[in-house]
């Protein structure tokens, strides 16, 4: 069992920065690759970044490509999602997500595939 707890979510300008944490309990955090998801209103939920196991392999939906950033610290147990340049649309409550992987290559794209969910943490972008 893993739980997983999502913060640093809050209200930002357009062109600001937020960082997202995602602390996760349990020992074998290092063997699930963990992704981020988002959902607005009224919208399906979609990836917004993902990397493996390892840290070495991620992946990032073109919307937030060249903006956004993943990374984790497996000594801590959190992966992290910092923000730049953000955006009005990026108006959405993230959620972190986690999946049992230890393939070097493995980033899940879509929510099915994911094992764990965080609670979610709300990000709110004005313009």
């Known amino acids: 069992q893993v739980q997983l707890v999502e913060s640093g979510g809050g209200l930002a300008q357009a062109g600001g920065s937020l960082r997202l944490s995602c602390a996760a309990s349990g020992r074998t955090f290092r063997s699930y690759a963990m992704g981020w998801f988002r959902q607005a209103p009224g919208k399906e939920r979609e990836l917004a970044a993902a990397?493996?196991?390892?840290?070495?392999?991620?992946y990032y939906a073109d919307s937030v490509k060249g903006r956004f950033t993943i990374s984790r610290d497996n000594a801590k147990s959190t992966v992290y999602l910092q923000m730049n340049s953000l955006k009005p649309e990026d108006t959405a409550v993230y959620y972190c997500?986690?999946?049992?992987?230890?393939?070097?290559?493995?980033?899940?794209?879509?929510?099915?595939?994911?094992?764990?969910w965080g609670q979610g943490t709300q990000v709110t972008v004005s313009s």
């Open positions: 997500a986690a999946k049992y992987s230890t393939n070097y290559f493995y980033t899940g794209r879509r929510p099915g595939e994911y094992d764990y």
């Open positions: 990397i493996s196991y390892s840290g070495g392999v991620s």
